[in-house]
């Protein structure tokens, strides 16, 4: 297919999967076009996701930080607030970011294409920018337009009901606000609101925060948090929402139902994947019920020469996935025989405490019927944790019970998403208790719990040679 083409492979969207795709093959000696339909490259993540989320939350931290250093002596005053320069410090973080990626791109001959891509034919895509209209030639293809929130149906249109996107704006000031949704992104901008001083609430269908982590684990993350957040409304919907001068008063069901006011709501009820307007029938490739596409190993979909990476081809919707399956993608389409290929993709809640976990969990071990043997290790024990004001923290690790090799971790405490890589490395590895047991890590530091977690299941050092 596409014969004489003008790209060995065209990229639809400049996000992380699609970014780092395009600087594989281009290394890798193809001709890459990468069309982004946003003026920056960088996708969700960088623009209106993980890095402008984490400036924020870096500044939620110092200022947690504070208000514990004032309990061990040391007080700094209270914190004023200069919204602007806020602003000015995310946008700062964020240029430098995206305007690394345009350098990155111009070193390797990667062609940038700003406009809005859809397929015309398998091996064609028409790019329309502004008045102007392209067409692009190509022999492979990989889709990466990854996904947009979830706009809960029955919100009215006000611009003080935001999704992640409006809420990582900082629109304005404010004292109350409401959270839909009780997952990581949720529960991040409930973080960064609440050091602005706004009281947050929550709201969650489920029965729990943080679904998919051990419970008790959750439980030691939400008495942290217990002073950062109003209300947690467990298995709770919202039943209403109207639009007045005073805010955003909403139902959430009960008996009896809740009637609350808000200056904010911030819907981050889940994630849908961007293929609608792409013409995929023109490419042949039928999305699933949910608008996701299927990719087999190689990030290849039904159709051989076209791939499709990142939050588009379905769960974890996570920046470093996208980035691993457009690695894949781009070698796959030089001919390389990579394949996708990993035993763990590990979740950071980067709030403050930090939350994060990888693998198999000892709820779901234990719902599954698995036999596991677990090390917790309480950072109350950890010089450094106690040193930090942290003793509130935890590291435990999942082992199987007959081989004694570490199948999952879970971490709660400052650089918790730090420390988890190094489950990972173990878990990818194959390493059993004692190769994390017997490794030295540095005294006194955090990332020794994750040593001495071995310690504290019975028997996990002893039993092996
Ligand atoms: P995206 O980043 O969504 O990029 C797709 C790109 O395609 C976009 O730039 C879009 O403009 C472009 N595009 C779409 N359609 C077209 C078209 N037809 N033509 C041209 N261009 C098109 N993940 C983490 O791992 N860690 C985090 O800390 C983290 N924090 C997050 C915080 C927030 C608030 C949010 C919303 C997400 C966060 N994520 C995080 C998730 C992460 O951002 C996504 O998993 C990641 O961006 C997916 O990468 P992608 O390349 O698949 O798609």
């Not at 960088?46 to 402008?52: A, D, F, K, Q, T």
């Not at 409930?190 to 959750?218: F, I, P, Q």
């Not at 001919?335 to 993709?345: A, E, N, P, Y």
């Not at 194959?430 to 890590?441: E, L, N, P």
């Amino acid at each position: 297919t596409g014969e004489g083409a003008e790209f060995d492979l065209a990229i639809i969207g400049g996000g992380p999967g699609g970014y780092s795709a395009a600087f594989r093959a281009a290394d890798l000696g193809l001709r890459v076009a990468l069309i982004e339909k946003h003026a920056t490259l960088g996708g969700v993540c960088l623009n209106v996701g993980c890095i402008p989320s984490k400036a924020l939350l870096h500044v939620a931290a110092v200022k947690e930080e504070a208000r514990r250093l004032a309990m061990h002596g040391v007080t700094l005053g209270e914190p004023t607030l200069d919204l602007d320069k806020l602003k000015d410090f995310k946008s700062a973080t964020i240029g430098w970011l995206t305007g690394g990626l345009a350098q990155m791109a111009r070193q390797r001959k990667v062609e940038v294409i700003h406009g809005t891509a859809a397929f015309s034919s398998p091996d064609g895509l028409g790019v329309a920018a502004g008045r102007g209209h392209r067409t692009v030639g190509f022999r492979h293809c990989i889709i990466a337009v990854g996904s947009s929130s979830i706009r809960l149906p029955f919100l009215p249109e006000d611009p003080r009901i935001v999704d992640s996107t409006g809420a990582l704006e900082l629109p304005f000031i404010l004292e109350r606000m409401l959270v839909i949704g009780g997952g990581i992104i949720g529960l991040e901008m409930a973080t960064v609101y609440s050091a602005l001083g706004a009281k947050v609430d929550v709201v969650e269908r489920l029965d729990g925060l943080l679904t998919g982590v051990d419970r008790d684990a959750v439980e030691i993350w939400q008495t942290e948090n217990a002073h950062r957040f109003g209300d947690i409304f467990l298995e709770a919907s919202l039943e209403n929402a109207v639009a007045g001068s005073d805010g955003i008063t909403v139902t959430i069901a009960g008996s009896p139902p809740v009637e609350r006011c808000y200056d904010l709501v911030l819907q981050a009820a889940g994630r849908r994947p961007n293929g609608a307007a792409l013409g995929l029938e023109m490419a042949g490739i039928e999305p699933d019920a949910r608008g996701f596409i299927a990719a087999d190993s190689q990030m290849r979909t039904s159709v051989p020469h076209i791939f499709a990476v990142g939050d588009i081809t379905g769960e974890p919707m996570l920046a470093h996935k996208a980035v691993h399956e457009g690695h894949v993608a781009a070698e796959a389409v030089a001919g390389m025989k990579s394949h996708f290929d990993v035993s763990v993709i590990p979740s950071v809640a980067y709030t403050d405490p930090e939350i994060a976990w990888v693998g198999i969990t000892e709820d779901a071990a234990k719902a599954a019927g698995r036999k596991v043997r677990v090390g917790k290790f309480p950072w109350a024990a950890s010089g450094r944790a106690i040193a930090n004001g942290a003793a509130y923290g935890t590291t435990r690790l999942v082992f199987d019970q007959e081989t004694l090799r570490v199948i999952g971790g879970v971490i709660v405490g400052p650089n918790a998403g730090d420390m988890i890589g190094e489950i990972c490395l173990a878990i990818e590895m194959g390493a059993d208790a004692v190769d994390i047991g017997r490794t030295i890590h540095p005294h006194p530091t955090l990332g020794e719990t994750i040593g001495l977690a071995t310690e504290m299941s019975e028997g996990v050092c002893t039993d092996l040679p």
